[in-house]
């Protein structure tokens, strides 16, 4: 494993899982859905590998005939809000069963609608990678006879650095890391890990809100993203007054710097950038542009392969006690997925819509949105800890966050 995967999958005791789920409305037949999950499973490598490593040893993941077919759970169905039920329940079970891969789905099952969630550890999978396996499984549930194309993984991180790498530069890579992580360590030395009950918020924008701040994005020049931060940030300052930093932490798809790692492979790393809004008078669309500029200049300034290579020489351990015990600096992390390019409609079924993924990390600062649009709606989950952000406060923010979004997104078309 690299850095990046060793951090998300913490240990053999923790579980960090990703659960992604789609409500359908038509016919599941079984003999269909063991078949899409084992071309899946054949298609990708991580999908029929094992972890091993225990100790001092670095863990790593190992290819094995011997793994068995993607586990189908089906549970019958109770209504709309199951889901929300059995993504909770998923968070806490490890992968751990001898020969066992490492995703499973859970079939709610009901008589015209069901949904399938599916579930995998962090450290194989980045939202893009869960949002492809999705595809291609709805794909093949509905056309048993496609195929899918296999590919080779990667074996370590020299398969991605196509990059000549001079020994003055890796000397500086491996300089800079240590000294991170001698940061780290003792940033960490004296703290303290929280424990608590996580939980998950979830809402959705109707279309008309959604299609009213895409339309203002583009007229103002900024971004959805852009928007979604400085609401998401007005709205913590709103509720958590001087105990809200200004800070939201947004994750960066590293296929953009990486092409060696295509569009529909597995993958789960990605670099991270930090983006503030200021506190005080200034308009929402001021804030807006502001941000959407910062984010551009982080991004323009990662690089992607040296950050990959970087990883090599720090600590996970270190890095994983930190995450867990530090004081916190940011307010949110925001995933958007964007506009999922999945098809609504099928032959044998439709898809009503998707739940954006949740995840129950065990950072002291746990915090976490992500959003997708599908059927032209915004879609939103909100996960986090009461032991660092009590439920009634996490209430309140989605309430100022989608309040400011139908304000500004109603001024600003308005004023177009």
């Given at each position: ?264 492979m597995m993958f789960a790393v990605a ?26 200049t982080q991004i323009e300034a990662l ?107 109603e001024t600003a078309y308005a004023a177009?």
């Amino acid at each position: 494993m690299i850095l990046g995967e060793r951090i998300m999958y913490i240990n053999a005791s923790t579980p960090l899982n990703c659960v992604f789920t789609v409500k359908i409305r038509g016919t599941v037949l079984s003999e269909r859905l063991h078949s899409a999950l084992a071309k899946i499973q054949q298609k990708h490598p991580l999908l029929h590998s094992a972890i091993k490593g225990s100790g001092k040893r670095i863990p790593h993941f190992v290819s094995s005939p011997d793994i068995g077919g993607i586990p189908v759970r089906v549970v019958e169905r109770k209504g709309d809000n199951h889901w929300k039920e059995e993504s909770k329940a998923e968070w806490g079970k490890l992968f751990c069963e001898i020969n066992m891969p490492l995703a499973r789905i859970v079939w709610l099952q009901g008589p015209e609608v069901s949904e399938l969630m599916l579930v995998c550890p962090h450290c194989i999978c980045d939202g893009k990678s869960i949002v492809t396996l999705m595809e291609e499984l709805l794909l093949l549930l509905d056309h048993p006879e496609k195929e899918l194309v296999a590919y080779t993984s990667f074996n370590s991180i020299q398969d991605l650095l196509s990059e000549a790498y001079s020994i003055g530069k890796l000397i500086k890579i491996r300089l800079r890391s240590v000294l991170a992580t001698w940061f780290l360590f003792n940033k960490s030395q004296a703290l303290k890990a929280v424990e608590g009950n996580a939980y998950m918020l979830h809402w959705k924008l109707n279309a008309e809100t959604t299609a009213a701040i895409a339309l203002a994005c583009k007229r103002t020049g900024t971004t959805v993203h852009a928007v979604l931060c400085v609401a998401f940030l007005e709205a913590f300052r709103l509720v958590k007054g001087d105990q809200a930093r200004g800070v939201a932490v947004t994750p960066v798809d590293v296929r953009r710097f990486v092409p060696e790692i295509k569009e529909d492979m597995m993958f789960a790393v990605a670099p991270t950038v930090r983006v503030t809004a200021e506190a005080g008078n200034l308009g929402f669309w001021i804030k807006v542009k502001q941000l959407k500029n910062q984010l551009q200049t982080q991004i323009e300034a990662l690089k992607g392969r040296e950050s990959l290579l970087a990883g090599e020489y720090f600590s996970a351990e270190g890095i994983i006690k930190y995450l867990k015990t530090a004081e916190h600096t940011h307010d949110v992390t925001l995933s958007n997925m964007g506009r999922l390019n999945i098809a609504e409609h099928y032959d044998s079924f439709e898809v009503e819509t998707f739940y954006s993924p949740t995840v129950a990390f065990p950072w002291k600062n746990p915090t976490t949105a992500v959003v997708h649009t599908f059927r032209g709606r915004m879609d939103f989950t909100f996960c986090s800890n009461d032991a660092f952000l009590e439920q009634v406060e996490a209430l309140a923010i989605q309430e100022n966050m989608v309040g400011l979004l139908l304000k500004e997104a109603e001024t600003a078309y308005a004023a177009i």
